[in-house]
């Protein structure tokens, strides 16, 4: 699977940005899918997932309320659309694909086997 990340920008505090993911795969819908993030000097960290059939998203505790994960399985891409954007949301997104996810394992960076190469978002005060 290629993924392709895009939608990345710089933006003021409290502004949106819509990310999207492109995938290559022809079982796109096979896919959980995830997008991460990672600081200068942090580790890469959880922000939102969703399972193949689109139900059920779930999100890291940086992301509830402001940032919703969504996929169009017919068009192989999956969306992070991000509200009230803020300076500690700066970082490099990457979005993620799992074949045979473990839900008890899907907050973790292992657990997703192939990734795109990222899309900066930077967000100043």
């Known amino acids: 699977v290629q993924l392709q990340a895009s939608g990345g920008g710089s933006v003021q505090a409290g502004a949106s940005l819509r990310l999207s993911c492109a995938a290559s795969a022809e079982s796109f819908s096979t896919y959980s899918m995830a997008w991460f993030r990672q600081a200068p000097g942090k580790e890469r960290e959880f922000v939102a997932g969703?399972?193949?059939?689109?139900?059920?998203?779930y999100y890291g505790d940086s992301a509830k309320g402001r940032f919703t994960i969504s996929r169009d399985n017919a068009k192989n891409t999956v969306h992070l659309q991000m509200n009230s954007l803020k300076p500690e949301d700066t970082a490099v997104y990457y979005c993620?694909?799992?074949?045979?996810?473990?839900?008890?394992?899907?907050?973790?960076?292992?657990?997703?086997?192939?990734w795109g190469q990222g899309t900066q978002v930077t967000v100043s005060s």
């Open positions: 969703i399972r193949r059939s689109g139900t059920s998203p």
């Open positions: 993620a694909a799992a074949r045979g996810l473990i839900l008890s394992s899907r907050f973790l960076r292992d657990a997703y086997d192939y």
